[in-house]
């Protein structure tokens, strides 16, 4: 099992630009999640899905859109990058229902660091 | 809304035992979870309490009170490789929110 794969790793973006964080996961996890990590500011949750079709916002949601059309996947879609959307942004997913008191938590990907010029 | 809250930093002594504590308040408490995480990495899962009590997990060690609104976290005979964040995370409803973290520093 390869877990939670995030891809890119690195990216540099230019003002106004657009671009999309690829996540997927192969554990047949419900619950799909994105976070972005800032100094200081600890996880902050940007949206997040309970199940293929199905999407809601979080934290901060401004300037980001997702989709989960598949149970697999959760891209999040960065429609005009500003500089303040500089981040590491991590993705996360979890079974939606606890197997008894036995929760294996959330996997976390590697995360992929964005740099806004 | 949500509310957690974890010292900022804390300090402890290779060997010795820390206790990191978290307090929240929220709505629709559905567990609460504590993370890991070394700098540059990904955050790892180390423990989950849903019941009120305490979980034990080899060196680490977490505390639930639904009632109180809060949680500790407990690490035995540290190891430099300790040195990491702590996150404390609250599942609320659907969704997984996450303090600031408690950065700690074990020193030989």
């Known amino acids: 099992n390869a877990g939670v794969t995030q891809t890119p790793k690195f990216q540099v973006l230019k003002t106004g630009q657009s671009m999309t964080l690829q996540c997927a996961q192969d554990?047949?996890?419900?619950?799909m999640s994105w976070y972005r990590q800032d100094p200081g500011m600890g996880l902050r949750l940007i949206h997040y899905?309970?199940?293929?079709?199905?999407?809601d916002q979080g934290e901060v949601p401004n300037g980001y859109n997702v989709s989960r059309s598949t149970t697999e996947d959760f891209p999040l879609r960065l429609l005009s990058a500003a500089p303040s959307q500089t981040s590491v942004y991590f993705c996360?997913?979890?079974?939606?229902?606890?197997?008894?008191?036995?929760?294996?938590?959330?996997?976390f990907g590697s995360g992929t660091r964005l740099t806004v010029v | 809304g949500q509310n957690i809250d974890q010292p900022t930093e804390m300090t402890a002594t290779e060997g010795a035992i820390v206790q990191i504590n978290c307090t929240y308040q929220?709505?629709?408490?559905?567990?609460l979870f504590w993370y890991q995480q070394h700098a540059g990495e990904a955050p790892t899962f180390l423990s989950y309490?849903?019941?009120?009590g305490l979980e034990e997990k080899g060196r680490f060690s977490s505390f639930l009170s639904r009632s109180k609104g809060y949680s500790y976290l407990l690490l035995k005979e540290l190891q430099m490789k300790d040195s990491a964040s702590y996150l404390c995370?609250?599942?609320?409803?659907?969704?997984?929110?996450f303090g600031t973290g408690t950065l700690l520093a074990v020193q030989p």
């Open positions: 996360a997913s979890s079974y939606g229902r606890d197997r008894g008191r036995r929760s294996s938590g959330y996997t």
């Open positions: 554990m047949n996890h419900e619950y």
């Open positions: 899905s309970v199940g293929a079709g199905i999407t």
């Open positions: 929220t709505s629709g408490f559905n567990g």
């Open positions: 309490n849903v019941l009120d």
């Open positions: 995370a609250v599942r609320a409803t659907n969704k997984l929110i």
